[in-house]
């Protein structure tokens, strides 16, 4: 499966209910995602169009807090 795959279809509030400790990542992009009532609906590619990220940076960030859950 592809990254753009995955991030267009992962919510962000499934992202953060499977990973708590992206919230200081979220916060740190100044991203408004943490306790805004759209985020189940909005996905981690509309925080990227959204906030005018850099993909790939978006990505490698999110890969290493997904290693470092356990």
Known sequence: MSDIFEISETSVERF????PKAVRFFLDMHAACIGCGFARF???????????LDQK???EE???ITARKH
């Open 62 to 64: 999110l890969a290493k």
């Open 42 to 52: 909005c996905t981690l590619k509309d925080v990227v169009e959204i906030y005018q």
């Open 57 to 59: 940076l978006f990505l």
């Open 16 to 19: 953060l209910n499977s990973t």
